[in-house]
């Protein structure tokens, strides 16, 4: 009865157009209400006409209602909400936005345990019974929930993409490989996932190994850097208990300094405040001589002149001053020039601290960066051509991509043009107007993308000869540089000449030095963003190479010189 309660509850707070519980309610003045979005799109569809009306009693209005919040409602419609998470402890059940649902749960979707690959639909528990007891649905294959269920459905023919065509890297149907695909190379989606899995087992074994090798350059560059810090804080305790030692002593040493400068200043003032005092004492009794004798010179008695000149000129007073006279501040001039020798000399030992302490940081810093030298960031390129074949791959051309004047053979492998402008029989079963194929320009694309490590060689014959890489969305219609490999940033192209090389990219070219070979090797790392070109004969001799940043997938590609044969062939590799 409490669940019949609530399910009549939530049918009247429902919106009668979109059937879910009412969002910002709002009422026209028939007195219906709906959600404000909801009914406002429903009068936005009838707004060419100039008429409104209830999608309920169906009642008209001329002029469109203006709508108010029905706040009681929403009110209630708040409430029911809380008492729902309240009330149902198995809400976590139900799919949200971003789960996939049921597709044969009514009302409120349950979330998807499964989604069957014939079907091509998603069930709950409940809805999922029927294939695991009935037998008609035994043979049908069920995967972990997906919302791109849809996504395996071949939009041509409705059928599920249980094949893989390799030649044109894309899923198919059993119809697709019958009709448009059927001289291609497809095999079972699941025998591709085989394939693709012990590719992907390789590369994750690879990237085991080169993380176990960065972890131990880690571990050792932890190591380094607690040496770097041990070292340094070790000399910077050191330098401050010695130059706190030094400022001790010298503070002392001043101190000492200075009780012996005033020292000295003392006995030195009080001899000279003596000399003065003697001095002063003298030139008074000068002074009172001098007064005596100009008064004496002034006497008219003759008799009593020569008596009393007889008594001054007794006194007598040295005429040579006894003091030796010093320039300003010559005191101590000597104490001066021997506390400028010790800073002197004190600047010399820091200087020789300092250039020992840069010494021994510096060396630190040499181990730390031997250190960096040796851990590899990056795979290394390799050093002989037994290392680059571990990274070889098959690789076969794209005959919806070849220019109708191209001919195809060995499997794919092999692109010829030859002289003159004729169309080549071989050629007049393929879709001529396919849109992956180059309209003007005489290219070819390879069938498989190119990601990880990869190797290839190609066997050239001709006057010019293009061995290039580009990405899959390079343009094809047209003769513009945007469809041309190597005048374009989506392509990278080394041209070979009977006696040169020219590198070009994104319409720059550059000459290339090296052997002439036949023979070119292309490595590719695409995850360093490394592009190299080998001539390869006896020996390999890299011809040039570039270092970029890759954001997609590449493929191979070749284009001959559209006035003269030539050929390029993709070798095949042991």
């Not at 390079?474 to 590198?503: D, H, M, Q, V």
Request: charge should be negative; proline fraction near 3%.
């Amino acid at each position: 009865m409490e669940q019949q309660g609530a399910e009549l509850q939530t049918g009247k707070l429902s919106c009668p157009i979109c059937l879910d519980l009412l969002k910002e309610p709002v009422t026209t003045s028939c007195g219906h209400s709906y959600c404000r979005t909801c009914i406002s799109n429903h009068w936005d569809e009838e707004e060419k006409n100039h008429i409104y009306t209830c999608p309920q009693c169906r009642e008209k209005f001329i002029r469109r209602p203006d709508l108010k919040k029905n706040t009681m409602l929403a009110e209630l419609v708040e409430e029911l909400k809380k008492n729902r998470l309240q009330d149902d402890p198995d809400d976590q059940r139900f799919a949200a936005a971003e789960d996939v649902a049921c597709d044969s749960c009514t009302g409120r979707k349950l979330k998807a345990f499964k989604s069957c690959l014939n079907c091509v639909a998603s069930y709950c528990e409940k809805h999922l019974q029927p294939h695991h007891e009935s037998a008609a649905f035994k043979r049908h294959k069920l995967v972990d929930p997906s919302k791109k269920i849809q996504e395996m459905i071949c939009s041509h023919h409705n059928e599920v993409m249980k094949m893989f065509c390799r030649t044109d890297q894309q899923c198919i149907c059993i119809f697709c490989s019958m009709e448009e695909h059927k001289d291609h190379n497809t095999v079972s989606a699941a025998a591709e996932r085989t394939e693709k899995q012990r590719e992907l087992q390789e590369s994750l074994s690879d990237i085991y190994k080169n993380i176990q090798d960065r972890q131990k350059d880690v571990e050792l560059l932890k190591e380094q850097e607690k040496t770097i810090n041990l070292s340094a804080d070790q000399t910077v305790e050191h330098s401050e208990q010695m130059f706190t030692e030094l400022i001790r002593l010298l503070h002392q040493r001043s101190s000492e300094l200075e009780k012996e400068v005033r020292s000295k200043q003392q006995t030195e003032v009080s001899a000279v405040r003596a000399l003065r005092e003697k001095l002063e004492q003298e030139i008074s009794e000068l002074k009172k001589r001098d007064a005596e004798l100009q008064q004496l010179s002034h006497t008219e008695d003759h008799i009593q002149f020569v008596l009393n000149y007889s008594s001054l000129s007794a006194f007598s007073v040295s005429t040579h001053s006894s003091i030796i006279h010093r320039g300003p501040g010559s005191c101590f001039e000597e104490v001066t020039e021997v506390v400028s020798a010790l800073r002197e000399h004190l600047d010399n030992v820091l200087s020789e601290l300092r250039e020992h302490l840069h010494k021994v940081l510096m060396e630190d810093w040499t181990k730390v960066c031997h250190t960096v030298e040796r851990v590899d960031v990056l795979p290394s390129e390799p050093t002989s051509r037994a290392g680059f074949l571990k990274y070889s791959q098959k690789i076969t051309l794209d005959p919806n991509t070849a220019q109708r004047w191209l001919r195809l053979s060995e499997g794919n492998r092999k692109v010829t043009k030859m002289d003159g402008l004729f169309l080549i029989p071989s050629q007049l079963s393929v879709d001529l107007n396919h849109p992956d194929r180059f309209s003007d320009w005489y290219q070819v694309l390879s069938s498989e993308s190119l990601t990880g490590l990869c190797y290839w060689e190609v066997e050239w014959r001709g006057v010019r000869v293009g061995v290039s890489v580009a990405y899959k969305s390079i343009s094809r219609a047209g003769r513009g540089n945007e469809c041309r490999f190597g005048f374009n940033n989506k392509s990278w192209r080394l041209i070979c000449f009977p006696k040169s090389y020219t590198f070009i990219h994104n319409s720059i070219e550059s000459p290339v030095s090296g052997p002439r070979s036949s023979r070119i090797g292309v490595y590719v790392d695409h995850t360093a963003g490394i592009l190299s070109f080998y001539s390869v004969s006896e020996t390999m001799t890299l011809l040039h190479r570039v270092i970029t940043t890759f954001t997609e997938p590449l493929h191979a590609g070749f284009s001959v010189h559209g006035w003269h044969a030539g050929s390029a062939e993709l070798c095949k590799l042991k």
